[in-house]
């Protein structure tokens, strides 16, 4: 197998000669593909695997150990049978995942797509690539050990085994002592035993396609067909041998792996024979694929229209779940970042100032078009604007190479969150954007996206909602201080409310709830390292805010304070009901006279 990285510059002649007809670029540190997918090129009678650029680290090192100039004929590279057979692995995931995208109307901007025209016995145009027919033969194996293996047994038992009705009636014996001897016992072995035929052909296959970087672990008891006689076989005496034996199997098994040896025999012959040399399944702007997964595996079909802004931008992924202040529904904006691993989003990039406009322009559009009725985007009475999460969703390679971990657990991202504003501790402000920034598993992601069970792509959406969500709350309980305030007297939360304190409160206060009696009151904790362009220290600000609302909200307002809540039902916790030791902190502001 040969392995081409997506992104890198190459300096060998031969992997030129190997982009020679792939979309590729040549500079002066070398020759570079944006391809990332499956081709077997006749010439070279191998398969080439153009690998995403995940698969390499910061220091463009394949699995964090081997430039991939080492790389390129990874099947006799330096690495490790384990570190092969990840490698094919996920060649196949990739395959399987491209071929799921190609489902998608779009997937014809990015995709090329190429068979060999290969006919079957009864002349009909059979579908799919070589590496199709090798994955029908490996899938086989796996799937069927335990019949191949229960084959081979029942196969040579018979070796031994004397049949007495047949040496009896059809041979004389010599007396010794009495008794009849024979010489010449017949066996019970068939003369010919055509399933045996079958596994030699079977196991034959097996083991030429170990070329193609498939590493199977079989001791096969036969001597097989190998050398010039196998090359005979692919140039056409296998498919003639198979039709000459073709009506000796009865089990369903035993038809199917006749029919699958068939099958690669036939497009073997075809590729020998055809005026293509190659064929493949290639993605030329992977990022755009990825975006495709990420958003088929979290996003919501119903809302495709609303990820086209009137101003020409494009949103990766909306969907909608429930607020974390209140059981009404609003927008989660999520935005995919198909990076080498290692990479994250910087908080003075294009890419995060690009995020915050997205959520402001939805924010806007969705007020606009709502008759007067913003709640709950923006609270009508505090003229508070309710949270909007944002996030961004890169991927990289599991460290243990594990396609069953999807990765939410990772803490790592460098600058994991950071926010857009136009005024300090103003939580509620239209402005006000928050970011939280995810590495997930890249392989858990390709291979539950190309997975044909739905079920687990449900499973999945669900957690990664729910993740999202708590992550969010979790980064406002860092970031901020809470209290609910409740009117005194028994006041409605209108009459509490007058238009005088509703200005004092701009920004910082939220109804709980559109029928609540309360309010949720945020104010941003101090950072006595944190500078407003190197002028006004942050911390003195957000302290002069609180000193400033304190007499109004002890005048009008009883307060507890809380914290949001991950339980739905709730939406806030009281402090004092809580006995988590992780929540214990010394509090930055306070309501009790000093």
């Known amino acids: 197998m040969i392995l081409i990285v997506e992104g890198y510059s190459y300096k060998s002649d031969k992997v030129k000669r190997i982009l020679n007809g792939f979309s590729h670029k040549v500079l002066k540190e070398g020759v570079t593909t944006d391809c990332v997918g499956y081709c077997y090129d006749k010439g070279l009678d191998d398969c080439i695997f153009f690998a995403p650029k995940v698969i390499c680290d910061s220091n463009d090192l394949v699995l964090g150990k081997y430039l991939p100039e080492e790389c390129v004929d990874f099947t006799v590279s330096s690495a490790s049978s384990e570190e092969k057979r990840f490698i094919q692995e996920l060649n196949i995931w990739i395959y399987r995942a491209l071929q799921e995208y190609s489902n998608l109307e779009e997937s014809i901007e990015i995709l090329q797509e190429k068979h060999f025209s290969i006919i079957d016995s009864v002349g009909d145009s059979t579908p799919g690539t070589f590496l199709d027919k090798i994955l029908g033969l490996t899938r086989f194996y796996n799937e069927n050990r335990d019949f191949i293996l229960f084959t081979i047994k029942s196969i040579h038992s018979q070796n031994h085994k004397i049949d007495w009705r047949k040496t009896v009636s059809k041979s004389l014996p010599f007396i010794h002592n009495g008794a009849p001897v024979y010489l010449d016992p017949i066996s019970k072995k068939k003369a010919v035993d055509w399933e045996e035929e079958l596994m030699i052909i079977f196991f034959s296959i097996l083991n030429y396609i170990k070329k193609y970087g498939f590493d199977f672990r079989f001791e096969s008891q036969y001597e097989l067909i190998s050398g010039d006689l196998f090359t005979a076989y692919r140039e056409g005496l296998g498919l ?129 078009k709502s008759f007067k009725e913003t709640w709950p985007f923006r609270d009508p009475l505090t003229e508070g604007y309710c949270i909007t999460p944002n996030f961004f969703i890169s991927a990289e390679i599991d460290l243990e190479r594990r396609f069953d971990c999807d990765g939410f657990e990772k803490k790592d991202v460098e600058g994991s969150h950071f926010s857009s504003r136009q005024f300090n501790n103003r939580l509620f402000d239209r402005d006000t954007l928050w970011v939280n920034q995810y590495n997930l598993n890249f392989l858990f992601l390709l291979s539950t996206y190309a997975s044909a069970d739905s079920s687990i792509k449900e499973a999945f959406k669900k957690k990664a909602r729910r993740f999202f969500r708590d992550s969010t709350i979790d980064l406002l309980n860092k970031e901020y201080e809470f209290w609910e305030l409740i009117p005194k007297n028994g006041q409605s939360i209108e009459d509490a409310t007058q238009s005088t304190i509703t200005w004092e409160f701009r920004g910082t206060v939220y109804r709980l709830g559109k029928a609540g009696n309360s309010l949720l009151f945020a104010m941003e904790k101090p950072d006595e390292f944190d500078c407003e362009e190197g002028f006004i220290n942050a911390t003195h600000e957000r302290r002069y805010d609180f000193l400033r609302i304190k007499p109004l909200v002890n005048a009008h307002f009883e307060h507890r304070r809380c914290i949001l809540s991950k339980n739905e039902e709730k939406k806030i916790e009281y402090l004092q009901d809580i006995g988590s030791p992780g929540l214990s902190r010394s509090y930055s502001y306070s309501f009790d006279d000093d």
């Not at 497009?267 to 040399?277: F, G, Q």
């Open 240 to 368: 003639r041998r198979l039709r000459q034996i073709r009506h000796r199997y009865f089990s369903d098994k035993t038809r199917k792996l006749w029919s699958l040896c068939y099958s690669f025999f036939e497009a073997s012959e075809t590729i020998l024979s055809s005026k293509e040399d190659a064929d493949y399944l290639i993605a030329t702007s992977f990022h755009i694929a990825f975006e495709a997964m990420v958003d088929e595996l979290i996003g919501q079909p119903e809302l495709a229209k609303m990820r086209n802004l009137e101003d020409g931008k494009v949103i990766d992924h909306i969907y909608q779940d429930q607020s974390l202040l209140s059981k009404d529904l609003v927008y989660y904006i999520g935005d995919s970042k198909y990076y080498k691993t290692g990479r994250s989003v910087q908080e003075k990039s294009l890419s995060a100032y690009k995020q915050f406009t997205y959520a402001r322009n939805i924010v806007h559009d969705t007020i606009t």
